[in-house]
C-alpha cells in the first residue's frame, strides 16, 4: 500500500485536507453572480474548491486571476486547490498563494523548467500539484512524480467546462497508481475533465483520489444534492 497525505499540510485559511476520495467542484461552472451559495455547498471535511485560472495564451480561454481568488478564500474554509492554464506560472505563484490557495497546480507543458517551478510552489507554502493534457505521457511527468502533493491527469482538453471524458486517459490513471504503489509515494491522484456519476466511476476504479467536477455540480438543479451524489459514488 502506498502512503496517502495526511491532513497536516493544509495552508492558509483553510481546515484540515480531507482524506481521498475527494470531491473538487470546479467554480468555473458557477454563477458567479450567487458564488457564495455555490461555495456553500461544499464541505471543509470533506471537498475541496477548485479554481480554473486560464490566460487565453496556455489555453483558449480567460478565466480570472488573484482578486478572484482572495474572494473566494474569503467566502469558504474548504481546502483551495488552484489549477492554473497559464504560460510561466512561476509568474504568480507567490500572488495565488497570498490570495489564500492551499494548493497550485501547474502545467507541466507550461513550464520552461518544471522541477524549478515546482520548487517555487513548495517554497510559497502552498501544496505542489502538476498536470498533464491528454497527449502527454506519465513517463514525462514520472521524473517529478517525488516533489508532488497531487498528480492531475485532464480527462479533456483543458480550456473549456462542460467537455466529454476521455477514457483512454485512464491507463495513465493506473499507470500512476502503480507508480506511487511501487514506490511507496505519497502524491494523489486527480483527473479533471467531463467528471461525473458515470466516469467518476470508471476513475475510481482506475485509481483517482480527487475528482474536479463542475458541469455535473453547478449544472444540476440541485448542486448541493448532485455533489453529495458524486461522494457517494467514489466511495
Known amino acids: 500500500m502506498s502512503r496517502l497525505p495526511n491532513a497536516s499540510a493544509a495552508g492558509a485559511g483553510s481546515q484540515a485536507l480531507p482524506k481521498p476520495p475527494i470531491i473538487a467542484p470546479s467554480i468555473l461552472s458557477a454563477d458567479f453572480a450567487r458564488l457564495p451559495e455555490a461555495l456553500s455547498i461544499a ?52 500572488a495565488f498563494r497570498e490570495a489564500g490557495a492551499d494548493q497550485i497546480t501547474v502545467h507541466l507543458e507550461a513550464c520552461e523548467n518544471p522541477a524549478v517551478v515546482l520548487d517555487r510552489v513548495r517554497s510559497s507554502g502552498a501544496r505542489v500539484g502538476l498536470a498533464i493534457k491528454p497527449r502527454t505521457s506519465f513517463p514525462a511527468a514520472e521524473k517529478f512524480l517525488e516533489a508532488l ?15 466529454d471524458f476521455m477514457p483512454d486517459m485512464m491507463p495513465k490513471v493506473f499507470e500512476a497508481r502503480q507508480w506511487r504503489a511501487e514506490h511507496d509515494g505519497s502524491f494523489l491522484i486527480g483527473v479533471d ?43
Open 149 to 163: 502533493d497531487l498528480l492531475l491527469v485532464m480527462t479533456v482538453e483543458p480550456g473549456f467546462g462542460g467537455q
Open 43 to 94: 464541505d471543509p471535511a470533506l471537498d475541496w474548491v477548485h479554481c480554473d485560472v486560464m490566460d487565453n495564451h496556455f489555453v483558449p480561454n480567460l478565466t480570472f486571476g488573484p482578486l478572484i481568488v482572495g474572494a473566494v478564500r474569503r467566502m469558504t474554509r474548504a481546502f483551495l486547490d488552484v489549477h492554473l492554464m497559464i504560460e510561466r506560472p512561476e509568474r504568480l505563484v507567490d
Open 193 to 235: 475533465g467531463g467528471i461525473a456519476g458515470d466516469t467518476a466511476r470508471v476513475a475510481r476504479a482506475a485509481g483517482a483520489d480527487v475528482f474536479v467536477a463542475g458541469h455535473a455540480v453547478y449544472g444540476a438543479g440541485d448542486s448541493a444534492a448532485a455533489l453529495a451524489e458524486l461522494r457517494q459514488v467514489v466511495k
